[in-house]
């Protein structure tokens, strides 16, 4: 099937590639662009290891066509930390100990990003159903939730300094 | 898992998907969020040669009132339910099912005419139009009809959209004042289909129920309206008799097939159980 060229902006980045319609996103992502920060896991839209964010939405990449993201803002992992510094999510997941073996961590930490954009002061429990669409076979979530806590209390603190 | 190879087409506008419908005949499939359909292609359950995605249709997005009903575009994604003031005020059952469909992810994507048209019984959205008697609209080449949900399923996959048909959107009556309703939902763990689940819309005075429509979600290869459950509690009051009545009927038309979230025993029971728990919701948000 004939190739189409796509022009996805990706971590503030324009890129304009081939696709083939049934590529997906992640494999855009990690194949074409080389970022491989963003996992792939179960492929079928369970685990969210796949997690980005398309046009300020999570979503899982693994359940999208590249082709649909012509035109679209999408941001990985790669594009958390800024000049070295990470980012409260980041921070987060390091300080609070939230993860083991890493594997679903980019996946973690894009989806908590956006749902601390949704909801800047969530509590435990609203962390756990923000968090509902990611799947961790290590740490029982317990520091995954207090760490997404850490990065919501770190980015409120950053606003308000800014204010 | 990489999907089979298909040709891609993102028509802007109702009528040009139409036009690639008749023109593709069977040889395409309509995507809307993609969730089910994708990871069909990637098991080769579907490989379909052609891919119309509806989402660069801007017309199939969005809720609005007319006159009595609320008018739901057939592409719009359920977290924007689940946000919605006017369904939060209006239909309130809505987003209440919506909070109960899969994560926060995939209701970014999934859309509730893909939910609806998929024919898919284990679906949450189709007992719940029925259960709100939501009209559906359907576009074809020779313009548009509506079908009450009710009469919308004829079997497993099995709808009464054509090959050529775009269903746009879905028209549910806003509630009168003190509609009771609830849709309780019995699922293994967060984003899993339901082992059983029900959805109620009553209207009561006092104890009495004067109107009340119950359907079931994954209790057969369709979903059911338990229309003998309706009518053993229409017009008497809501008590432990009409309770166990109510859910007995709905769980003599239950006909569910087993997999690893039960069998047909248990699956049969957790639906009665699920009716009675709903009905009780519903009565207790009455008036």
New interface residues.
């Given amino acids: 099937?004939?190739k189409?060229i796509i022009s996805v902006k990706v971590n503030g980045r324009t890129v304009e590639k081939a696709v083939?319609?049934?590529?997906?996103l992640v494999?855009f992502l990690r194949e074409e662009l080389s970022l491989t920060g963003t996992h792939i896991g179960c492929?079928?839209?369970?685990c969210?290891a796949c997690?980005v964010d398309l046009d300020g939405?999570?979503?899982?990449s693994c359940?999208?066509?590249a082709?649909?993201c012509d035109g679209s803002d999408v941001r990985t992992v790669e594009g958390l930390a800024s000049g070295g510094v990470l980012h409260a999510v980041q921070e987060g997941f390091y300080k609070e100990h939230g993860l083991q073996c890493g594997f679903c961590t980019p996946g973690m930490l894009m989806?908590a990003y956006r749902?601390l954009q949704e909801n800047p002061d969530p509590s435990e429990e609203q962390v756990r159903a923000?968090m509902?669409?990611n799947l961790c076979r290590c740490t029982g979530y317990q520091n995954i939730v207090k760490a997404v806590l850490y990065a919501a209390a770190k980015l409120r603190g950053q606003k308000e300094a800014a204010a | 898992?990489?999907?089979?190879?298909?040709?891609?087409h993102?028509p802007t506008t109702v009528g040009e998907a139409v036009k690639l419908l008749s023109s593709l005949g069977g040889e395409a499939r309509l995507l809307a969020g993609?969730?089910s359909l994708?990871?069909m292609m990637?098991l080769r359950f579907a490989q379909p040669a052609h891919?119309i995605?509806l989402?660069r249709i801007d017309a199939l997005r969005g809720i609005r009132e007319d006159g009595g009903e609320i008018v739901i575009g057939a592409m719009t994604v359920e977290?924007d339910l689940l946000d919605s003031r006017l369904l939060q005020q209006k239909v309130p059952l809505l987003p209440e099912v919506v909070a109960q469909i899969?994560?926060?992810?995939?209701r970014?994507?999934g859309t509730i005419g893909g939910d609806i048209a998929h024919g898919d019984a284990a679906n949450d959205h189709p007992a719940v139009a029925i259960a709100l008697d939501a009209t559906l609209v359907l576009e074809g080449p020779k313009g548009r009809r509506s079908v009450k949900a009710e009469n919308f399923y004829h079997g497993m996959y099995a709808t009464e959209l054509a090959e050529d048909e775009v269903l746009v959107e879905i028209r549910v009556p806003a509630f009168a004042r003190g509609t009771g309703y609830a849709y309780c939902k019995l699922k293994r763990k967060?984003?899993d289909w339901a082992a059983a689940a029900a959805a109620v819309v009553m209207r009561a005075t006092g104890d009495k129920v004067e109107s009340v429509r119950i359907a079931l979600t994954n209790a057969a290869p369709t979903p059911l309206r338990a229309a003998a459950a309706e009518r053993a509690l229409t017009g008497r009051t809501l008590g432990p008799t009409t309770l166990a009545e109510a859910a007995a009927a709905a769980m003599v038309i239950c006909d569910p097939a087993e997999d690893l979230r039960g069998d047909r025993e248990y699956k049969t029971a957790m639906t009665g159980e699920m009716v009675r728990r709903a009905l009780e919701r519903a009565a207790a948000r009455c008036g």
């Fill in positions: 099937m004939a189409k083939e319609p049934r590529t997906l494999h492929e079928t839209s369970h969210g997690t939405r999570s979503v899982k359940t999208v066509f082709i649909q989806r749902f923000g509902a669409g | 898992m990489i999907p089979p190879s298909f040709d891609y993102a993609g969730h994708l990871p990637k891919l995605d989402s977290n899969a994560d926060p992810q995939v970014n994507r967060t984003g």
